[in-house]
């Protein structure tokens, strides 16, 4: 009782009723959350009956749900032309308290990214992804977008990623989405892009380093680089460093590297367990696309760990992801051998 009174709760009868100061609201999604005005804060827990709710059903005859310039939902009542932050639904909340599932009922095969951020509200999230024009990058974009968050999607070629923009306000017209310029090819690029973020003066909360190249032909970037070495790892090393004290002030924030399990076939250290670098940017005579790629994962997955070691202290987290064996997207376009590949697998692999 003595932690109740402390709270403020003492002041209510009802389990059900709310405490002083808080204030019942829900996402666009139909997911009740709790605000404190007091505290400045919110939770998805009743504050005293410690259970979630969502609203059942649609709403009512005349109702509409919009979204204002802070992200938060309201409703317009047409028949009676008013406005309201509280949601008409909420006299029909049914309680949501399922049994937890297992990680691997939860996360599979079939899983989708809109499944993953069922209910989550992503309202004043900033989000930067990379190569987000296409395939995995361009869903995820999407995913975060449609849950609220303000997505910058970095891509190299500016005009495919203005029509990404395109076809994601074309699902939800409001969403807080851009296209901005990045090739990881130049390191050049990718300061003159963390340079452009910066003079927003906004936040970062994550930062996803998607893009990559896969069976590229041997050929060097501008810096005198193997290209699937400095696209796939190096440029986005540089882009964490030139962002990393923006991750920092964000947090808690999130960096996610998109990595793949063909990194537990190869090595980067030579006969004597050292560090072998030329094998990061291998001479014309000995590279192979196959070998260039998995090398790059691994590096990718080095990186993660490490930056996560050093940046965790100061709220901010790494973590390399695994998108799933053979996923089919046009990673594959610059060798038709890979092409005939993953077309042949096309019907037993996940799709976007």
Known sequence: MAALKYAGLEDTDSEEELPPGWEERTTKDGWVYYANHLEEKTQWEHPKSGKR????GGLPYGWEQETDENGQ????????????YLDPRLAFTVEDNPVKPTTRQKYDGNSTAMEILQGRDLSGKVVIITGANSGIGFETAKSLALHGA????????TSRGNDAVQRILAEWHKAKVEAMTLDLAS??????FAEAFKSKNVPLHILICNAAVFGAPWCLTEDGLESTFQVNHLGHFYLVQLLEEVLCQSSPARVV?????SHRFTDIKDSSGKLNLSLLSPSKKEYWAML??????????LFSNELNRRLSSHGVTSNSVHPGNMMYSSIHRNWWVYTLLFTLARPFTKSM
């Open 53 to 56: 709710k969502r609203v059942a």
């Open 73 to 84: 939902v309201y409703f317009v009542d047409h028949i009676n032309k008013r406005t309201t």
């Open 150 to 157: 303000y997505v910058i999607l970095a891509c190299r070629n």
């Open 187 to 192: 390191l050049q690029s990718v300061q003159c």
């Open 257 to 261: 590297m998109v990595s793949s399990e």
């Open 292 to 301: 260039a790629y998995n090398r790059s994962k691994l590096c990718n997955i």
